[in-house]
Nanobody, 122 residues
Framework: QVQLVESGGGSVQAGGSLTLSCEAS?????MTWFRQVADKNREGVAG???????YYADSVKGRFTIDRGIAENSVYLQMNSLKPEDTAMYYC???????????????????WGQGTQVTVSS
C-alpha cells in the first residue's frame, strides 16, 4: 500500500503564497491535488494528466503551478495570489496505474494523503 504524505499547509493573508508538497512511499502515478470544503464535493485543483500534461481548475489557472519534486514520486503545488475562496483542506492523490485521465475525478484515484489545511484570510 502506497502512502502519500502532504506538508506545507498553513494560514496566509490574501495575495500571499504557499507551497504544498506530497511524497509517495512507492510508485504513484498521475499525482493530483484536490481540495474540499465542508459540505462540498472534493474538487480537482491541479494534476498530471496524459502524456505528462497538466490539468488546472479554471479557478486556479495562472496562480497555481504543479510540478515534480526533487525526490522521486514527489510533487509540489506552488500557490500564488491566494484568495479567501482557496481556503480548504488540500489532499494529494495518486493512481496505481500509469494511465491518467485528462480531467481528474476523486473516483479515479487509489491513494490519498491525510490532507493539509490551507486558510486564506482577507
Amino acid at each position: 500500500q502506497v502512502q502519500l504524505v502532504e506538508s506545507g499547509g498553513g494560514s496566509v493573508q490574501a495575495g500571499g503564497s504557499l507551497t504544498l508538497s506530497c511524497e509517495a512511499s512507492g510508485n504513484a502515478y498521475c499525482m493530483t491535488w484536490f481540495r474540499q470544503v465542508a459540505d462540498k464535493n472534493r474538487e480537482g485543483v491541479a494534476g498530471f494528466g496524459p502524456n505528462a500534461s497538466k490539468y488546472y481548475a479554471d479557478s486556479v489557472k495562472g496562480r497555481f503551478t504543479i510540478d515534480r519534486g526533487i525526490a522521486e514520486n514527489s510533487v509540489y503545488l506552488q500557490m500564488n495570489s491566494l484568495k479567501p475562496e482557496d481556503t480548504a483542506m488540500y489532499y494529494c492523490a495518486a493512481r496505481d496505474v500509469a494511465w491518467c485521465h485528462s480531467r481528474p475525478d476523486p473516483s479515479q484515484y487509489t491513494y490519498w494523503g491525510q490532507g493539509t489545511q490551507v486558510t486564506v484570510s482577507s
